[in-house]
């Protein structure tokens, strides 16, 4: 709000003031000004007036923290969990769900504007979820101690500081449950918690993955050194109370890195992966393979990528960034030929694996940086009608987007988990004679920022 009264204001640590949110950053925080002076608040939303208080400040922005809500927005949801919010677990959570896919078309759209300049470009209503909880297949989850006590939880946004927490949220109940059911056994058995500020401690993290479909569960401990107390007696006591676990691994991260898992992975019971289907297909998973974490909304945006595809039997399709290869397989059996690109060895070994479990044998899958091997295929005249990309939030390297557009396909798909990256591609890709005429952005990450899109280029 306007303060006429002070010329030179200097806004300080502990101020409290009186705020108009006029706007939500990317990552779904509020933005309020005083005399031009921007704050970035947590819960709080557009239209609202918040009393609230200066927590940091820099020389151009500042943050502050929610005192009281004077004045709630029409978008606000009741019984709104705070420490959901503050470790980043679900930063929307605040908004109805509406609101939120609302939310999500706009950050594409100005993105496009914004990054792309690209206008002519239409951006469809988000395509959300029927129950937007509960989702999440995958769980990775710091372990600390805490008054002499093991604890899982959370980190507080932008920390190291663990906060307790049982109640996850947007992961699988199954998952919550078999957590507590964990925490319980590793107590009993007396684990060493991880303590980082003296590098003591043995566990450091548990990463739990369960099949959607199928409730397969894999747990992973992250440890700092490889030898586990009376390990062998804590994993027959996890599968005899959580006989959904047909694997139990132990990764070894040594270094006090913020890389979750180190080199080592080992099999301490069953089986090295887990299986799942997606739109009909079984999967091998394992420890360290990319794989959606978001099973229901996985189906629909692979359905929509395919239909922008519109294949047909004699097509030749690249799947570039491929995981275990779950797009190309999906599509394997109506088209002539599939080569997937993929930089960990893990998930291409799966997705051999993954092709002969579904009987496909059209399908070749390489290790190596997409980039790479693009300009190799196009040494070796290879040469795709379609082509789907589907990179980390860096988006695509320009080395890559050169190679492909030399390659010359007919239709590229890409499907992008950051608008911003996707604008500057989708930008390129335009100087390049492909054009993109309509985005479909799917909300694969309700209660977060995260923004899904799938979008076709035509040449
Ligand atoms: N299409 C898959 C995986 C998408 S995630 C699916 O839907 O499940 C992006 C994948 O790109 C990850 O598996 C990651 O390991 C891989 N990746 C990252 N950089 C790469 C690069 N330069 N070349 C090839 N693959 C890369």
């Not at 010329?7 to 005399?35: F, P, Q």
């Not at 504007?113 to 209503?125: E, F, S």
């Not at 044998?361 to 940086?369: L, T």
């Not at 190799?376 to 379609?386: C, L, S, Y």
Request: aromatic share 8%.
């Amino acid at each position: 709000m306007k303060n006429n009264n002070v010329k030179n204001l200097v806004i300080k640590k502990n101020d409290v003031a009186v705020v108009e949110i006029s706007d939500l950053t990317h990552d779904g925080m509020g933005v309020g000004k005083i005399d031009g002076y921007p704050l970035f608040i947590e819960n709080a939303l557009p239209g609202e007036v918040v009393q609230i208080q200066v927590v940091k400040t820099t020389k151009k922005f500042g943050f502050g923290k929610v005192l009281e809500i004077r004045e709630a927005s029409q978008n606000r949801v009741e019984d709104v969990q705070n420490h959901l919010i503050r470790t980043g677990i679900a930063p929307l959570h605040h908004m109805t769900y509406e609101a939120q896919l609302t939310f999500k078309e706009n950050q594409v759209e100005n993105c496009l504007k914004r990054i792309g300049k690209l206008t002519d470009v239409q951006v469809l209503p988000t395509i959300g979820m029927d129950h937007p909880f509960a989702y999440r297949n995958k769980a990775q989850i710091p372990v600390r101690k805490i008054d002499n006590q093991l604890e899982f939880g959370f980190f507080r946004k932008n920390s190291h500081h663990l906060v307790p927490v049982s109640d996850f949220f947007i992961q699988e109940q199954e998952i919550d449950d078999a957590l507590v059911v964990l925490k319980s056994i590793l107590k009993k058995y007396q684990v060493k918690a991880y303590d980082e500020e003296n590098d003591t401690g043995n566990l450091k993290n548990i990463m739990i993955r369960q099949g959607h479909y199928s409730k397969e569960m894999m747990i992973v401990f992250i440890t700092k050194k490889k030898k586990v107390f009376k390990i062998d007696d804590i994993c027959q006591q996890i599968i005899k109370e959580l006989p959904k676990v047909k694997s139990i691994m132990q990764n070894i991260q040594p270094d006090q890195l913020n890389n979750i898992f180190g080199d080592d992975t080992f099999c301490l019971y069953g089986q090295d992966y887990i299986t799942d289907t997606l739109l009909g297909n079984t999967y091998k998973i394992s420890a360290k393979s990319f794989y959606q974490i978001n099973t229901i909304q996985t189906e629909k945006l692979y359905s929509k990528a395919f239909e922008l595809a519109d294949l047909k039997p004699s097509d030749v399709v690249i799947d570039a960034y491929c995981g275990i290869g779950t797009i190309g397989l999906s599509i394997a059996k109506k088209v002539k030929q599939v080569y997937g690109v993929e930089v960990v060895k893990d998930a291409i070994t799966d997705a051999k694996l993954n092709a002969e479990l579904n009987h496909i044998k059209n399908a070749e899958f390489i290790i190596g940086k997409a980039e790479h091997v693009f300009e190799k295929w196009n040494e070796d005249g290879i040469h795709a009608d379609v082509l789907f990309v589907d990179p980390p939030r860096k988006g695509l390297d320009p080395s890559f987007i050169d190679a492909s557009v030399a390659m010359k396909p007919e239709k590229i798909v890409y499907v992008s988990c950051n608008p911003s990256t996707l604008a500057r591609d989708l930008a390129i890709y335009e100087e390049n004679g492909y054009h993109a005429k309509i985005v479909q952005p799917i909300d694969m990450f309700p209660q977060t920022a995260h923004i899904e899109s799938v979008v076709l280029l035509n040449r």
